[in-house]
């Protein structure tokens, strides 16, 4: 497994991004977790690469949550 690197600056600009795409703190962690796991697994920690998982993250999360609530409205 290569080594995994992530600077300071790299994170915190990951949870600025996930803040302008979620409402809470719990889905700024959850969102940034979910893209440190992926950049984990695939062994990169470019920027661009990360704001693509990120943003391919958070309309996941949007699209569970609306089938969560169809679902609990049928």
């Given at each position: 497994?290569?080594?995994?690197?992530?600077?300071?600056?790299t994170?915190?600009?990951?949870?600025?991004?996930?803040?302008?795409?979620?409402?809470?703190d719990?889905?700024?962690?959850?969102?940034?977790?979910?893209?440190?796991?992926?950049?984990?697994?695939?062994?990169?920690?470019?920027?661009?690469?990360?704001?693509?998982?990120?943003?391919?993250?958070?309309?996941?999360?949007?699209?569970?949550?609306?089938?969560?609530?169809?679902?609990?409205?049928?």
């Amino acid at each position: 497994m290569p080594e995994f690197v992530m600077d300071i600056d790299t994170y915190r600009q990951l949870r600025r991004q996930a803040a302008g795409l979620t409402r809470s703190d719990a889905e700024v962690e959850d969102l940034v977790q979910d893209v440190l796991l992926a950049a984990l697994q695939a062994g990169r920690s470019d920027i661009g690469w990360l704001t693509g998982v990120m943003q391919n993250q958070a309309a996941m999360h949007v699209r569970t949550a609306v089938r969560r609530r169809r679902r609990e409205h049928d």
